[in-house]
């Protein structure tokens, strides 16, 4: 099981508002940042969201994060069928000596 | 620019060992963090370690620990992860990347398949 959970699929329609959640606890999310990744198929991930809500340079403002308590949510408004991809959630770990990820979470655009 | 390019596709067979690379450019390579990820076919993110290429400080994720062996040579800009003797788990895509607060900038991938 991850420490960061997703729920593993997501869907909306063009143009819709898509909500993807990241739940953890006090020693990771509630304790740390959090970084969003979108994987478009047969690519590399991406950063789209560091910091609980700042995007890199050329990440449209369609993406934005958030982060509550323990728990996190990447928005992606205005829906398009290039964001089909997976989305994964990440904070430092300690423990792990590195980040730790969610599950991911498969967005399709219907 | 930041790039991140790694080594090619990599065909093995259980026990043979095996190294792959991560060559840096358009930033001071030094001085960031960087850390493999392994994903497994059909499955998530997991990191393995980072390396600090200023000091070769390296930290793995207890998962990892034994297992592999995380480099680097500053003179060539270059990161390192290396196996003794691979096993057919070992088959996945792993990728390189930039820590500067998130995986930043990342490699493209080098697929590796362990298969007797």
């Known amino acids: 099981q991850f420490v960061l959970t997703q729920p593993p699929s997501a869907s909306g329609t063009p143009g819709q508002r898509v909500t993807i959640s990241c739940s953890g606890s006090s020693s ?4 740390k940042t959090v970084n969003w990744y979108q994987q ?11 910091t609980n809500d700042q995007r890199p340079s050329g990440v449209p403002d369609r993406f934005s994060g958030s982060k509550s308590g323990t728990s996190a949510s990447l928005a992606i408004s205005g829906l398009q069928s290039e964001d089909e991809a997976d989305y994964y ?13 969610g599950g991911g979470t498969s967005l399709t655009v219907l | 620019e930041v790039q991140l390019v790694q080594s090619g596709a990599e065909v093995k067979k259980p026990g043979e060992s095996l190294k792959i690379s991560c060559k840096g450019s358009g930033y001071d390579f030094s001085n960031y963090w960087i850390g493999w990820v392994r ?20 930290s793995y994720s207890p998962s990892f620990q034994g297992q592999i062996t995380i480099s680097v040579d500053k003179s060539m800009t270059a990161a390192y992860l290396q196996w003794s003797s691979l096993k057919a788990s070992d088959s996945a895509m792993y990728y390189c990347a930039r820590w500067d607060g998130g995986f930043g900038y990342w490699g493209q991938g080098t697929l590796v398949t362990v298969s007797s």
């Open chain 1, 28 to 31: 990771n999310i509630g304790s």
């Open chain 1, 40 to 50: 478009l198929p047969g690519t590399a991930p991406k950063l789209l969201i560091y």
């Open chain 1, 89 to 101: 959630c990440a904070t430092w770990d300690d423990s792990l000596n590195c980040p730790v990820f």
């Open chain 2, 39 to 58: 994903q497994m076919p059909g499955k998530g993110l997991e990191c393995m370690g980072v390396i600090y290429p200023r000091d070769s400080e390296t």
